[in-house]
């Protein structure tokens, strides 16, 4: 593997086994994965020689904090001089690799909180290092230390010695003081991407021999939140467990995680409203040992792969080929209402006597509110409101826009003008703008139009667009007048547009909450009506 320096499988102790994640810990820059944002600036720093006196490195657990700055003071101290890459065979690089190099005072800040021992270690400071060219002092979990153990360091910082550097790693900065953030170059090392590890533990697999399939590996990848050094741990466990390789079912019976096919058999069930056949698959589930925290999490992180799969087709390919077929029929707002079910119900978990009774209640919520297929309200639970998909079989008429404006005599000046105003050749901005107007006369001599004061100064500007557009549709010169309408006289175009709307919503509304599912709801849980969906557009309250 190229890139890559294997320590030996056994210790210098014979027959002691040496774990990966120790084994495989990166000796060279080259061996960091995923923290290109960190290595460069670093290496720049040692090539360059602009070297900061502290360094502070950040992160969640396994990302190679105090890893790097181990191989900084490789870099610091090796004998061929300091550059970004080490030799790695002189006696400072070995001992630093080893732990045995005098002048890399390592401190595990949670075991030294004390300022009496943060002094006596820092009292050594002003003497010159033993052997090497830096005396370097890392201090892991440096958030730990106590207030008076950071004045002392500040004191240090403020003004170190030339010859000391300090590497401090936490993975908690909020804790640390300004002053001492202040003095120090911060690096922050992200957490891994489930990719990048599975790449990585293909990498080191293959090196050490171990056969491992693709799914097992991203398993364990998954677990190891973000963590190389977790992963790595876990995958050393899986090892012991699958007899020399790596398995997808061992793996999930070591995490004891809930199968893939597991959770697309609820949902299925779930959708086809099922009941006997989804608690029927819940006995199996626990008779066979099923943890049903993991399981409701598997239900999460199914729905979660759903809702991608409604808009991305990539996550569609990816989702058990019977949810594939039935994922696009299903509504986003029912998919998200379940998904909230299930988040609120895995917050209460530890609320209820004992895991079983946990699960059933959440499986009976989304039975309850499962909707058949047809036109029927979606309701949706968040903790504290519910969103309705209201759609009517008998929906209040609409306006449509004709393809002819009919005989003016038999409309209304402002029924001829909603109806002549989509087929005039103007923008869709000077459209929207000729709506806030009330007809007085509409016909192909003469158009009288009363402006909404608010938007007179707007419409005045659009007359010559408009006589244009009324001649062209016309094939006459038409007359048009201008006036102001008087406000709250009457209704213009927008206004009535927006009372018929109004007046729909009010009624699906009333339909939606005369629903006795929804009655249900509200009476077990505080909720209000949030939402509608009416002909696929979402219409607040």
Known sequence: MAGWRRLPKFSSMVGVYQALARRWRPQTFADFVGQETVVKPLRHALDSGRLHHAFLFTGTRGVGKTTLARLLAKCLNCEQGVSSSPCGECSACRGIAQGSFVDLLEVDAASRTRVDETRDLLDNVQYAPSVGRYKVYLIDEVHMLSTHSFNALLKTLEEPPAHVKFLLATTDPQKIPATILSRCLQFHLRRLEPDQIVARLQQILAAEGIAASTEALAALAQAADGSLRDALSLTDQAIAQGAGQVDLDTVVAMLGLCPRDVAANFL???????????????????????????????????????????????????????????????????????????????RDFALYPNTRMAIEMALLRLLAFLLPEGPQPALSAPATTVSVEAKTATPMPRAEPPAAV????????????????????????????????????CDASRLELALDPAYESLLRREEDALRAALRAYWQADTTLEITTLATGAEATLAQESAARSQAEREAIAAAALADPRLQEFQQELPARLLRLEIDGRIHPL
Not at 413 to 439: G, I, K, M, N, T
């Open 268 to 346: 299925l069930a779930l959708l086809d409203r099922d009941a006997q056949r989804v608690f029927a698959l819940l006995q199996e589930q626990l008779a066979l040992g099923q943890d049903a925290a993991a399981l409701l999490d598997a239900l999460i992180e199914e729905l979660h792969r759903m809702g991608l799969a409604q808009w991305l087709e990539e996550a569609r390919r990816q989702l058990p080929p019977a949810l594939q077929e039935r994922v696009t029929a299903q509504s986003p707002l029912l998919l998200q209402s379940w998904y909230h079910i299930l988040l609120s119900a895995r």
């Open 406 to 441: 009919p005989n003016a005599a038999a409309l209304s000046p402002q029924a001829a003008w909603e109806a002549l105003l989509p087929q005039l050749s103007v923008s869709d901005a000077q459209r929207e703008f000729l709506r806030h107007s009330r007809a007085r006369r």
